[in-house]
């Protein structure tokens, strides 16, 4: 297995450019390859994941011209993909499998979904079953609730309510949502229990609306999907730094230094910008700009526990588990169900690997609780589990003073490639 070796630091300083937003990537790629019109998408996220959705677009039938690394020109089909029978490999990408699930279901076609193994352990039965009640024809190809799928024409009808919970992943929703108006029939989706990661649906809808497609909906229990819309191209997208890769480096200057990071801005519309403020919270400072965010170290000689409901920054939340090594007192991670889910196990991963430079870890069924050690366990060996957000936390303890080493680092190309050698750049 490959390893990166991380020396022990001490300061971290200097500018971040971010790669654009994996979240919003995907989104606007289908998005556009739905539409009406060509659409130029500036800023792309060049990765793992983007890369997956890329591949099956091209699979689809969509037109796709490469304009540069990070900016394309999509040819939007309108609502209609040209091939109707096609084999889809997915590789980890959970935010190109669940809603190219939905609008596959939707689009008349033969069609069959896979992925790594890990993805074939990952839930989709609640996206399944809603899609089902909308008549779709999808299968199980081996362990029921789970890929690899098999999809058939069917007769859809959307004249019912359609349930989905809501408690699992947001990614069932955002599927069901951006797939719906492909069917032209006005359509309502009741969200059962509690919407978790609220913000990502907020992507979801805000993207949706830059195309031409405005879904109302009651709280967060009742959306309601227009009749006779049709997805148009905004023409030009760009792509916003992703806030979920700001993290990283937020948590580096709030532990060690001085960090600007660019391409994102309060006004963010993805929902871990708000990690900036979890940051304040614990003593950190922090300055917005039109252009940047910028943080610096807490004034205090180590930054403050704190006790959250990590709801609306799920992703960012494990950032906040390796600050908890450098704050006074136990931290307390609330609300995180969602990690279990994800591309591996988080809650468990991270309490293992937290264990390894020394903290005192409690962890139940939707939260994880630290307490940091009196000094961090140097030369730890970290397993990442083909995650790129362990890998990509864990960096972060060399700057407690000890040397590290992660496993597997090129796991981080799922979201952000030369991860790495930013970090580099910023560390002493």
């Not at 989104?27 to 998408?41: C, D, F, P, S, Y």
């Not at 299968?139 to 989905?164: M, R």
């Not at 304040?280 to 400072?285: C, N, V």
């Amino acid at each position: 297995m490959e390893q990166l070796s991380l020396p022990a630091s001490s300061h971290a300083e200097g500018t971040v450019k971010l790669p654009g937003s994996k979240s919003i990537s995907n989104r606007t790629l289908l998005l556009a390859a739905l539409a009406n019109g060509v659409t130029e998408i500036r800023d792309l996220l060049v990765s793992d994941d983007t890369a997956r959705m890329l591949e099956a677009l091209e699979k689809l039938g969509v037109k796709l011209e490469k304009l540069s690394e990070t900016d394309w020109r999509i040819h939007g089909c309108n609502g209609d993909f040209p091939n109707k029978n096609v084999e889809l490999f997915l590789g980890n990408a959970g935010t190109a499998f669940r809603p190219l699930t939905a609008a596959l279901a939707f689009s008349n076609g033969h069609y069959t979904l896979s992925g790594v193994p890990r993805m074939h352990e990952r839930p989709i039965g609640d996206l399944v079953d809603a899609l089902r009640q909308a008549s779709a024809n999808i299968e199980y190809l081996e362990n029921q609730g789970f890929p690899p799928l098999k999809i058939s024409p069917a007769n859809i009808s959307v004249n019912k309510s359609i349930q989905i919970r809501g408690d699992v992943s947001s990614q069932f929703l955002t599927a069901l949502l951006m797939a719906l108006p492909l069917t032209g029939k006005a359509a309502t989706i009741q969200v059962i229990g509690e919407l978790i990661s609220k913000p990502y649906i907020e992507i979801t809808l805000n993207l949706m609306k830059q195309f031409g497609v405005e879904i109302t909906h009651d709280g967060w229990q009742q959306f309601t999907v227009p009749a006779n819309v049709q997805y148009q191209s905004p023409q030009v997208v760009f792509v916003e730094g992703d806030a979920s890769s700001a993290s990283y480096f937020l948590a580096a200057g709030a532990i060690a230094g001085r960090i600007s990071i660019f391409g994102i801005t309060k006004n963010s519309i993805q929902g871990d910008i708000q990690f900036a403020e979890e940051v304040k919270k614990m003593g950190a400072g922090i300055e917005y700009y039109d252009n940047h965010i910028y943080v610096e170290r807490a004034k205090t000689s180590k930054l403050k526990a704190i006790d959250l409901d990590c709801n609306h920054i799920p992703d960012a939340a494990m950032t906040l588990a390796i600050l908890a090594l450098f704050a006074e007192g136990a931290t307390t991670l609330r609300n995180i169900a969602s990690w279990r889910v994800k591309e591996t196990d988080r809650i468990a991963a991270m309490a293992t690997e937290l264990r390894k430079v020394g903290a005192i870890v409690e962890e139940g069924a939707d939260y994880i609780k630290i307490t940091p050690p009196e000094k961090l366990t140097p030369n730890a060996v970290i397993d990442t589990y083909d995650d790129h957000r362990m890998a990509m936390c864990f960096s972060l303890v060399s700057l407690g003073g000890v040397p590290i080493t992660i496993n597997d680092p090129k796991c981080v190309a799922k979201t952000f490639p030369n991860y790495f050698e930013e970090f580099a750049k910023i560390v002493s």
